[in-house]
Nanobody
């Protein structure tokens, strides 16, 4: 079993920054591709960013590309999402997830929630205007 615990959420003004972390335990962290998703009230869960097992490949939604770099530290079993230039529309609960995607997996496999086996409980991010 894999446990994922997000942290770093909070309330920030538009234009500000936050860094989310996702601590992973229970299995070898480097064996999993990792992703960040978010869900705003009344909306479906949507893909934000993902990173391959080694960190060599990253994927972003159009809405966050260039603002939210994703990274991972396999020595610390931790996934990060640096959130810059935040906008009110970024307000949501942010979830990290772990999945079995490999280096041959295409972008669509990383962006689809059902391809991830393990999920954290989420952390709230609220951006005020």
């Amino acid at each position: 079993q894999v446990q994922l615990v997000e942290s770093g959420g909070g309330l920030v003004q538009a234009g500000g920054s936050l860094r989310l972390s996702c601590a992973v335990s229970g299995r070898t962290f480097s064996a999993y591709a990792m992703g960040w998703f978010r869900q705003a009230p009344g909306k479906e869960r949507e893909f934000v960013a993902a990173i391959s097992r080694s960190g060599g490949n990253t994927y972003y939604s159009d809405s966050v590309k260039g603002r939210f770099p994703i990274s991972r530290d396999n020595a610390k079993n931790t996934l990060y999402l640096q959130m810059n230039s935040l906008k009110p529309e970024d307000t949501a609960v942010y979830y990290c997830a772990a999945g079995p995607m490999s280096y041959v997996s295409g972008r669509s496999q990383y962006t689809t929630p059902r391809n991830y086996d393990y999920w954290g409980q989420g952390t709230q991010v609220t951006v005020s205007s």
